[in-house]
C-alpha cells in the first residue's frame, strides 16, 4: 500500500469516527471535564468552556433516553444469571431516566423551561440516577468478567494449556474480557464522577478531581467508539 493510499485509508477512519453524534459528543465531554480540571472551580475562561461545553452536549443527547428504554423492554442473552439481568435492566431504566430528566435540564438552561428552582432539582434527581445506572454497569461488567474467566479456565484446561494463545475462540474471549475490565474501569470512575458533581463528598472529591476523572472516562469513551482498522490485503 503506498503512502497516498494509507494517508486516504486513516482519513476515511477519521471520518468514519467523526460521523458518529457519539464520539463528538465524547469529544465535548474531554474538552469539558478537561476545562472543570483546569478551572478547580473558580471563574474565569476555562469555567466559562466548561459550562458551554456542558449545554452543547445536552443537544447530542436529544431523545438518546430511547436508546436505553429500547434495551430495557428487549430480550436478553439466553444464559445471563438472573441477577445480572436484573442489574442491566436497572442500569437501563437509571441511564434513560436520566438522560429524558437532562433534557428538562437544556430547556431550562436555553430559557424555555422557566422554573429555575425546579429545574434544578431535576437536574439533582438526574445525576443521582447516572450515578446509580455507573454502579449498576460496574456490578454487571464483574459479574461478566467472572463469567468469562470461569470461560477461560476450562477453555486452557481443555486445550492444556499448549497454544492456547493460538486458539482463535480463546483469543475472542480473552479480548472480550479486556474490554470488560476497560468498561468496568471506566464506570467505576464515572461513578465518582457522579460523586463529585453531586457533592456528595465536596472534601475529598473536588473539582479538579471530578475534572481529572471525567477527561480520563471521555478518553477511554472515545477509544472504545475507534473503528476497527481496515485489514490490509495480502500481496
Known sequence: MSTLDATRAELALAVLYLNKAE???????????????LSNGEPGTAQNVDK???????VFRLFKFINDL????????????????LLGKSKNALLSTFLFLDQIVWLSRTGIYKNKER????????????????????????????????????LEKDLKNSEKYHNEQYRAKLK??????????????????????????????TSRVTGALGFTTSLISCYQLLPAPAKSKAA
Not at 464520539?23 to 480540571?37: E, L, P, V
Not at 467472572?146 to 470461560?151: D, K, V, Y
Open 23 to 37: 464520539a463528538r459528543d465524547k469529544i465535548c465531554r474531554a474538552i469539558q471535564y478537561g476545562s472543570k480540571f
Open 70 to 85: 429500547h434495551g430495557l423492554i428487549s430480550p436478553t442473552t439466553p444464559g445471563t444469571p438472573l441477577p445480572l439481568v
Open 176 to 205: 472480550k474480557s479486556n474490554e470488560r475490565s476497560l468498561a468496568m474501569v471506566k464506570a467505576a470512575l464515572d461513578t465518582v464522577v457522579a460523586v463529585g458533581l453531586l457533592q456528595l463528598a465536596p472534601k475529598k472529591v
Open 119 to 154: 429545574a434544578d432539582l431535576i437536574g439533582r434527581i438526574s445525576l443521582f440516577c447516572w450515578m446509580g445506572s455507573s454502579i449498576c454497569t460496574t456490578l454487571v461488567e464483574i459479574g461478566e468478567i467472572g463469567r468469562i474467566s470461569g470461560q477461560l479456565k476450562k
Open 52 to 58: 458551554s461545553t456542558s449545554l452543547a452536549r445536552k
